[in-house]
């Protein structure tokens, strides 16, 4: 205990003296892409059998749904595949369900935030992608899914009062 105050009040005293960075016209600026413009990559995610790899990247410089069999990103092979090609907003967010190669991500229109639910089946190309809910005004958001359960998911809509909105769309 009385080492943890010691080092917590070490840690503050640091903290009380470190000397602001100052700027300097030697400092070189951060470029703005760097701050606003898109992520090389993220939200990297394998499926439930640890079969494939799905992420959001850019595709034609807006963020898009990725996918790549897991054995081939181990082998640092280029053989990553979009599976949705918007040129609006871009791919909010995705999840894969407990089916085996089945993705459900959002994509709302225009930026209007009413997200649409759609599935996509990456096991075997052409992908096929269907719509889940494409209600106006209405947002969808996945409330749960259960491994025990892997056809079925509970989806949440504010289709009685569109007040009630939720900042995430994915538990
Ligand atoms: C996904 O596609 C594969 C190959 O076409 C098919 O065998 C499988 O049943 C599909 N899965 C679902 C849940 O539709």
Redo the contacts with the bound molecule.
């Keep these: 205990m009385l080492i943890a105050i010691a080092l917590i009040s070490a840690i503050c005293a640091s903290l009380t003296t470190a000397t602001p960075a100052t700027a300097s016209s030697s400092t070189p600026l951060i470029p703005r892409t760097k701050l606003f413009g898109n992520p090389d990559i993220i939200h990297v995610r394998m499926s439930a059998d640890a079969k494939l790899i799905a992420y959001l990247a850019p595709y034609k410089n807006v963020i898009n749904l990725w996918v790549q069999p897991l054995d081939q990103v181990l082998k640092k092979e280029q053989t990553a595949k979009p599976v949705t090609f918007d040129q609006g907003r871009g791919i909010e967010d995705f999840e894969w369900t407990y ?4 993705i459900i991500y959002v994509q709302d229109k225009d930026g209007d935030e009413n997200w649409r639910l759609w599935k996509v ?1 990456v ?2 190309e052409p992908f ?1 992608t269907t719509v889940l809910s494409d209600t106006k005004r209405v947002q969808a958001n996945i409330e749960s899914k259960k491994p025990s359960h892997p056809e079925y998911i509970v989806i949440g809509l504010n289709d009685r009062d569109e007040r009630h909105v939720k900042s995430f769309v994915f538990p």
């Design positions: 089916l085996p190669g089945i089946n096991t075997q096929t």
